[in-house]
Protein backbone atom coordinates (compact mmCIF):
# COMPACT_ATOMS: atom_id res chain seq x y z
CA UNK A 1 0.00 0.00 0.00
CA UNK A 2 1.79 3.35 -1.08
CA UNK A 3 0.06 5.42 1.57
CA UNK A 4 1.86 5.90 4.74
CA UNK A 5 -0.21 3.94 8.10
CA UNK A 6 -1.18 6.88 10.70
CA UNK A 7 -1.22 4.46 13.17
CA UNK A 8 -0.40 0.50 13.62
CA UNK A 9 -1.15 -1.44 17.08
CA UNK A 10 -4.09 -3.60 17.58
CA UNK A 11 -7.94 -4.16 18.07
CA UNK A 12 -8.42 -5.77 21.38
CA UNK A 13 -12.02 -7.80 22.21
CA UNK A 14 -11.92 -9.86 25.14
CA UNK A 15 -8.72 -11.96 24.63
CA UNK A 16 -8.59 -11.84 20.74
CA UNK A 17 -5.84 -8.84 19.67
CA UNK A 18 -6.03 -8.18 16.43
CA UNK A 19 -2.96 -6.05 14.68
CA UNK A 20 -4.42 -3.70 12.58
CA UNK A 21 -2.97 -0.57 10.54
CA UNK A 22 -5.23 2.72 10.34
CA UNK A 23 -4.65 5.08 7.23
CA UNK A 24 -6.66 8.52 7.16
CA UNK A 25 -10.00 8.39 5.15
CA UNK A 26 -9.70 11.98 3.71
CA UNK A 27 -7.66 14.69 2.42
CA UNK A 28 -7.45 18.13 2.12
CA UNK A 29 -9.14 19.70 -0.51
CA UNK A 30 -8.34 22.62 -3.05
CA UNK A 31 -7.53 25.56 -1.23
CA UNK A 32 -6.34 29.18 -2.14
CA UNK A 33 -3.38 30.19 0.40
CA UNK A 34 -2.20 33.60 1.09
CA UNK A 35 0.90 34.78 2.55
CA UNK A 36 1.34 38.18 3.80
CA UNK A 37 3.58 39.87 1.35
CA UNK A 38 5.89 43.53 2.36
CA UNK A 39 4.36 45.95 -0.66
CA UNK A 40 6.77 48.31 -1.31
CA UNK A 41 9.47 45.58 -1.71
CA UNK A 42 6.75 42.90 -3.09
CA UNK A 43 8.67 40.14 -0.78
CA UNK A 44 7.39 37.85 1.95
CA UNK A 45 7.18 38.74 5.81
CA UNK A 46 9.51 35.99 8.01
CA UNK A 47 8.49 35.13 11.52
CA UNK A 48 10.76 34.94 14.21
CA UNK A 49 10.80 33.51 17.24
CA UNK A 50 10.93 36.49 19.81
CA UNK A 51 11.01 36.67 23.24
CA UNK A 52 10.43 40.32 25.18
CA UNK A 53 13.23 42.05 26.73
CA UNK A 54 15.76 39.34 24.94
CA UNK A 55 15.06 39.29 20.83
CA UNK A 56 15.62 35.96 18.53
CA UNK A 57 16.10 33.09 20.27
CA UNK A 58 17.40 29.87 19.15
CA UNK A 59 15.14 27.13 18.76
CA UNK A 60 17.11 24.77 20.76
CA UNK A 61 16.39 27.17 23.77
CA UNK A 62 12.59 26.61 23.29
CA UNK A 63 10.79 24.35 25.62
CA UNK A 64 7.01 23.13 26.08
CA UNK A 65 5.66 25.02 29.20
CA UNK A 66 2.24 25.18 31.08
CA UNK A 67 1.36 28.54 32.48
CA UNK A 68 -0.66 27.36 35.81
CA UNK A 69 -0.89 31.14 36.79
CA UNK A 70 -0.88 34.25 35.54
CA UNK A 71 3.01 34.29 34.36
CA UNK A 72 4.44 31.18 35.84
CA UNK A 73 4.84 28.20 33.90
CA UNK A 74 6.17 24.81 34.32
CA UNK A 75 8.60 23.43 31.58
CA UNK A 76 8.76 20.02 29.92
CA UNK A 77 11.06 17.98 28.15
CA UNK A 78 10.02 16.56 25.23
CA UNK A 79 10.95 13.13 25.94
CA UNK A 80 9.30 13.47 29.33
CA UNK A 81 6.16 14.41 27.26
CA UNK A 82 6.94 11.30 25.46
CA UNK A 83 7.53 9.02 28.60
CA UNK A 84 3.60 9.79 29.03
CA UNK A 85 2.27 5.94 29.21
CA UNK A 86 -1.31 5.47 28.48
CA UNK A 87 -2.53 1.50 28.05
CA UNK A 88 -4.07 2.63 24.93
CA UNK A 89 -0.98 3.77 23.05
CA UNK A 90 -0.85 0.41 20.75
CA UNK A 91 -3.75 -0.92 21.51
CA UNK A 92 -7.70 -0.34 21.11
CA UNK A 93 -9.71 -1.82 23.19
CA UNK A 94 -13.26 -2.37 22.28
CA UNK A 95 -15.46 -1.92 25.78
CA UNK A 96 -18.78 -0.95 24.77
CA UNK A 97 -21.13 -1.97 21.53
CA UNK A 98 -24.06 0.88 20.64
CA UNK A 99 -26.29 0.91 17.57
CA UNK A 100 -24.88 3.74 15.75
CA UNK A 101 -27.86 6.13 15.56
CA UNK A 102 -27.69 6.34 19.37
CA UNK A 103 -24.22 8.45 18.73
CA UNK A 104 -25.09 11.95 18.05
CA UNK A 105 -23.75 13.25 14.82
CA UNK A 106 -22.39 16.41 16.92
CA UNK A 107 -19.89 13.88 18.30
CA UNK A 108 -18.29 12.74 15.03
CA UNK A 109 -14.60 14.00 13.98
CA UNK A 110 -12.69 12.54 11.43
CA UNK A 111 -12.80 9.26 9.71
CA UNK A 112 -9.72 6.31 9.02
CA UNK A 113 -9.80 3.30 6.93
CA UNK A 114 -8.74 0.28 9.38
CA UNK A 115 -7.26 -2.63 7.74
CA UNK A 116 -5.23 -6.14 8.79
CA UNK A 117 -1.71 -5.58 9.57
CA UNK A 118 -1.00 -8.81 7.82
CA UNK A 119 -2.16 -12.09 6.63
CA UNK A 120 -2.58 -13.53 10.02
CA UNK A 121 -4.89 -11.33 11.05
CA UNK A 122 -7.49 -11.35 8.80
CA UNK A 123 -9.53 -13.86 10.09
CA UNK A 124 -10.38 -12.57 13.10
CA UNK A 125 -10.16 -8.62 10.99
CA UNK A 126 -13.16 -10.72 9.02
CA UNK A 127 -15.17 -11.95 12.17
CA UNK A 128 -15.11 -9.09 13.93
CA UNK A 129 -16.03 -6.95 10.64
CA UNK A 130 -18.74 -9.46 10.23
CA UNK A 131 -20.35 -9.37 13.72
CA UNK A 132 -20.83 -5.79 13.82
CA UNK A 133 -22.39 -5.43 10.54
CA UNK A 134 -25.35 -8.55 11.37
CA UNK A 135 -25.81 -7.13 14.91
CA UNK A 136 -25.81 -3.47 13.58
CA UNK A 137 -23.40 -2.39 16.12
CA UNK A 138 -20.79 0.30 17.07
CA UNK A 139 -17.41 -0.62 18.75
CA UNK A 140 -16.42 1.89 21.42
CA UNK A 141 -13.48 2.86 22.81
CA UNK A 142 -9.88 4.77 23.45
CA UNK A 143 -7.39 5.31 21.52
CA UNK A 144 -3.71 7.45 21.92
CA UNK A 145 -2.17 8.52 18.66
CA UNK A 146 -0.28 11.68 17.84
CA UNK A 147 -0.30 13.12 21.28
CA UNK A 148 -3.26 13.35 22.88
CA UNK A 149 -6.15 10.06 23.63
CA UNK A 150 -9.67 10.20 21.43
CA UNK A 151 -12.69 7.93 22.19
CA UNK A 152 -13.62 5.99 18.71
CA UNK A 153 -15.40 4.10 17.28
CA UNK A 154 -15.50 1.41 14.62
CA UNK A 155 -17.79 -0.01 12.25
CA UNK A 156 -17.74 -2.31 9.08
CA UNK A 157 -17.43 0.22 5.49
CA UNK A 158 -17.01 -2.52 2.51
CA UNK A 159 -14.50 -5.03 3.05
CA UNK A 160 -12.53 -3.21 5.85
CA UNK A 161 -13.77 -0.69 8.51
CA UNK A 162 -13.77 2.46 9.50
CA UNK A 163 -12.68 4.27 12.85
CA UNK A 164 -14.01 7.76 13.27
CA UNK A 165 -12.57 9.82 16.15
CA UNK A 166 -15.30 11.37 18.88
CA UNK A 167 -15.35 14.56 19.93
CA UNK A 168 -15.33 14.51 23.97
CA UNK A 169 -18.86 15.56 25.87
CA UNK A 170 -17.04 18.84 26.62
CA UNK A 171 -16.08 19.46 23.23
CA UNK A 172 -19.81 19.37 22.41
CA UNK A 173 -22.07 22.50 23.11
CA UNK A 174 -25.83 21.90 24.41
CA UNK A 175 -27.93 22.43 21.43
CA UNK A 176 -30.66 23.22 24.69
CA UNK A 177 -29.45 26.85 24.45
CA UNK A 178 -29.39 27.24 20.57
CA UNK A 179 -33.11 25.55 20.40
CA UNK A 180 -34.98 26.95 23.58
CA UNK A 181 -36.65 29.63 21.71
CA UNK A 182 -37.80 28.10 18.96
CA UNK A 183 -41.53 27.33 18.85
CA UNK A 184 -43.02 23.71 19.24
CA UNK A 185 -46.15 24.24 16.80
CA UNK A 186 -47.92 22.21 14.79
CA UNK A 187 -47.41 23.31 10.87
CA UNK A 188 -49.69 24.42 8.41
CA UNK A 189 -50.75 21.12 7.12
CA UNK A 190 -50.93 22.85 3.40
CA UNK A 191 -47.25 24.06 3.52
CA UNK A 192 -46.15 20.69 4.68
CA UNK A 193 -47.98 19.47 1.20
CA UNK A 194 -45.99 21.73 -0.48
CA UNK A 195 -42.73 21.20 1.31
CA UNK A 196 -43.17 17.48 1.14
CA UNK A 197 -43.41 17.52 -2.40
CA UNK A 198 -40.59 19.58 -3.72
CA UNK A 199 -38.02 17.45 -1.09
CA UNK A 200 -40.09 14.97 -3.34
CA UNK A 201 -38.82 16.47 -6.56
CA UNK A 202 -35.56 17.14 -5.73
CA UNK A 203 -34.64 14.02 -4.10
CA UNK A 204 -31.62 11.93 -5.85
CA UNK A 205 -28.77 9.91 -4.96
CA UNK A 206 -25.70 11.60 -3.58
CA UNK A 207 -22.88 12.07 -5.46
CA UNK A 208 -20.08 13.88 -3.92
CA UNK A 209 -18.08 14.51 -7.30
CA UNK A 210 -21.12 16.78 -8.04
CA UNK A 211 -20.14 19.04 -5.32
CA UNK A 212 -16.90 21.26 -5.64
CA UNK A 213 -15.57 24.45 -3.70
CA UNK A 214 -16.98 27.37 -6.05
CA UNK A 215 -15.65 29.96 -3.33
CA UNK A 216 -11.97 28.21 -4.52
CA UNK A 217 -13.30 28.68 -8.04
CA UNK A 218 -14.08 32.54 -7.68
CA UNK A 219 -10.76 33.27 -5.62
CA UNK A 220 -8.54 31.67 -8.68
CA UNK A 221 -10.47 33.42 -10.99
CA UNK A 222 -10.27 36.76 -9.03
CA UNK A 223 -6.20 36.05 -8.68
CA UNK A 224 -5.88 35.27 -12.57
CA UNK A 225 -8.03 38.59 -13.43
CA UNK A 226 -5.29 40.13 -11.17
CA UNK A 227 -2.41 38.71 -12.51
CA UNK A 228 -3.93 40.47 -15.79
CA UNK A 229 -4.96 43.45 -14.77
CA UNK A 230 -1.58 44.44 -13.84
CA UNK A 231 -2.39 44.89 -9.87
CA UNK A 232 -5.71 46.68 -10.99
CA UNK A 233 -8.29 46.56 -8.46
CA UNK A 234 -11.02 44.21 -9.06
CA UNK A 235 -14.38 44.56 -6.42
CA UNK A 236 -17.70 43.12 -8.00
CA UNK A 237 -20.72 44.63 -5.87
CA UNK A 238 -23.49 41.24 -5.48
CA UNK A 239 -25.58 43.29 -3.70
CA UNK A 240 -29.14 41.57 -2.89
CA UNK A 241 -28.05 38.30 -2.05
CA UNK A 242 -29.24 38.23 1.92
CA UNK A 243 -32.14 36.48 2.91
CA UNK A 244 -35.44 39.13 3.49
CA UNK A 245 -36.62 38.22 7.06
CA UNK A 246 -39.84 37.52 7.74
CA UNK A 247 -42.94 35.27 9.03
CA UNK A 248 -45.62 35.76 6.85
CA UNK A 249 -47.44 32.60 5.73
CA UNK A 250 -48.75 33.68 2.76
CA UNK A 251 -45.16 34.90 1.57
CA UNK A 252 -44.20 31.03 2.55
CA UNK A 253 -46.64 29.77 0.48
CA UNK A 254 -45.94 31.84 -2.64
CA UNK A 255 -42.33 30.94 -2.37
CA UNK A 256 -43.18 27.14 -2.16
CA UNK A 257 -45.51 27.12 -5.52
CA UNK A 258 -43.15 29.30 -6.97
CA UNK A 259 -40.00 26.82 -6.09
CA UNK A 260 -42.45 23.51 -6.79
CA UNK A 261 -42.96 25.26 -10.33
CA UNK A 262 -39.56 26.36 -11.16
CA UNK A 263 -38.46 22.53 -10.60
CA UNK A 264 -40.79 21.50 -13.12
CA UNK A 265 -43.64 20.39 -10.99
CA UNK A 266 -47.32 21.45 -10.68
CA UNK A 267 -48.71 22.00 -6.99
CA UNK A 268 -51.96 20.45 -8.51
CA UNK A 269 -49.82 16.91 -8.68
CA UNK A 270 -49.85 16.33 -5.26
CA UNK A 271 -53.22 15.07 -3.82
CA UNK A 272 -55.25 17.35 -1.84
CA UNK A 273 -53.98 19.30 1.58
CA UNK A 274 -55.41 16.92 5.11
CA UNK A 275 -57.32 17.95 7.41
CA UNK A 276 -54.76 19.39 9.69
CA UNK A 277 -54.45 17.21 13.13
CA UNK A 278 -55.48 18.37 16.17
CA UNK A 279 -52.71 20.22 18.07
CA UNK A 280 -50.23 18.05 20.25
CA UNK A 281 -48.83 18.81 23.27
CA UNK A 282 -45.15 19.78 22.41
CA UNK A 283 -43.07 17.06 22.54
CA UNK A 284 -39.97 17.37 25.47
CA UNK A 285 -37.34 18.82 23.60
CA UNK A 286 -34.18 17.19 23.44
CA UNK A 287 -30.60 18.75 24.67
Known amino acids: MAARAYWQGQIRLALVSIPVEI ?3 TKSGAQVSFKQIHEPSGKPIHYDKVVTGVGPVDTDEIMKGFEYEKGSYVLLEQDEIDAVKLESKK ?6 FVDASEIDVLYYEKP ?11 EAFIVLREALRRTKKVGLGQLAMRGREYVVSLKPCGRGMVLETLRYADEVNKAQGY ?7 EPDADLMDLAEALIEKKSGAFHPQDF ?6 ALRDLIER ?5 GGKIIEDKGGDAPAKGSNVVDLMAALKKSMGASGAKAEDKPAAKKA ?11
Open 23 to 25: YSA
Open 91 to 96: TLELTQ
Open 112 to 122: YFVVPADDLAE
Open 179 to 185: FRDIPDD
Open 212 to 217: HDRYVD
Open 226 to 230: KRKSK
Open 277 to 287: PAKRTPAKKRA
